[in-house]
T-cell receptor, first 118, second 112 residues
Framework: EAQVTQNPRYLITVTGKKLTVTCSQN?????MSWYRQDPGLGLRQIYY???????DKGDVPEGYKVSRKEKRNFPLILESPSPNQTSLYFC?????????????????FGPGTRLTVL | EDQVTQSPEALRLQEGESSSLNCSYT??????LFWYRQDPGKGPEFLFT???AGEEKEKERLKATLTKKESFLHITAPKPEDSATYLC?????????????FGKGITLSVRP
């Protein structure tokens, strides 16, 4: 089954304790992205990756790191979590947009990771 | 900066009562407009992509349409299982990032 998986699904941690949220996709997608979803703010992009070893900042990258060493995996790292990073996090993936060729940029989302930082 | 505004914020319908959800957008070159459905505690689930003004797509009781400034998601004879939050997002042609800029969503509740 084609899917994006995230782990853990739920996490409660304390300020400053490093954590990693994993994301994996089995669709051979080049593009992967992390979003956070907060009440009243909607979904906002944190980081994205166009392919292996290619990553860049989204709209709200402060306090986060990512890496893309393998095509299928795109972990999100919080080196020193703070309470304002309490949120619902989603990983998404898609084929890379081939310019004027449409129909390839549907993004598939994972089930989400609910993070609470105390 | 790309912007997406969805209205109303919440909509309550009786089963069988058709209605429309609105998504207004501003984007510097539209690559695509997307509709997603999100159930509580789950990730967004893809519904439609629209690429150019005048385009329409249908799926069961849902029909999405697109103009140069807005998109509508028409729900015909909704059922309680259509209750969810509906998200609209745009993707611009600027740069290589396939970022989706989302609206805040419309929470639809359909009463039996």
């Amino acid at each position: 089954e084609a899917q994006v998986t995230q782990n853990p699904r739920y996490l409660i941690t304390v300020t400053g304790k490093k954590l990693t949220v994993t994301c994996s996709q089995n669709m051979n997608h080049e593009y992967m992205s992390w979003y956070r979803q907060d009440p009243g703010l909607g979904l906002r992009q944190i980081y994205y990756s166009m392919n292996v070893e290619v990553t860049d900042k989204g709209d709200v990258p402060e306090g986060y790191k990512v890496s893309r060493k393998e095509k299928r995996n795109f972990p999100l790292i919080l080196e020193s979590p703070s309470p304002n990073q309490t949120s619902l996090y989603f990983c998404a993936s898609s084929l890379r947009d081939r310019g004027r060729i449409t129909g390839y940029n549907e993004q598939f989302f994972g089930p989400g990771t609910r993070l609470t930082v105390l | 900066e790309d912007q997406v505004t969805q209205s109303p914020e919440a909509l309550r319908l009786q089963e069988g009562e058709s209605s429309s959800l609105n998504c207004s957008y501003t984007v510097s070159g539209l690559r695509g407009l997307f509709w997603y459905r999100q159930d509580p505690g789950k990730g967004p689930e893809f519904l439609f992509t629209l690429y150019s003004a005048g385009e329409e797509k249908e799926k069961e009781r849902l029909k999405a349409t697109l103009t140069k400034k807005e998109s509508f998601l028409h729900i015909t004879a909704p059922k309680p299982e259509d209750s969810a939050t509906y998200l609209c997002a745009v993707q611009s042609r600027n740069g290589a990032n396939s970022k989706l800029t989302f609206g805040k969503g419309i929470t639809l509740s359909v009463r039996p």
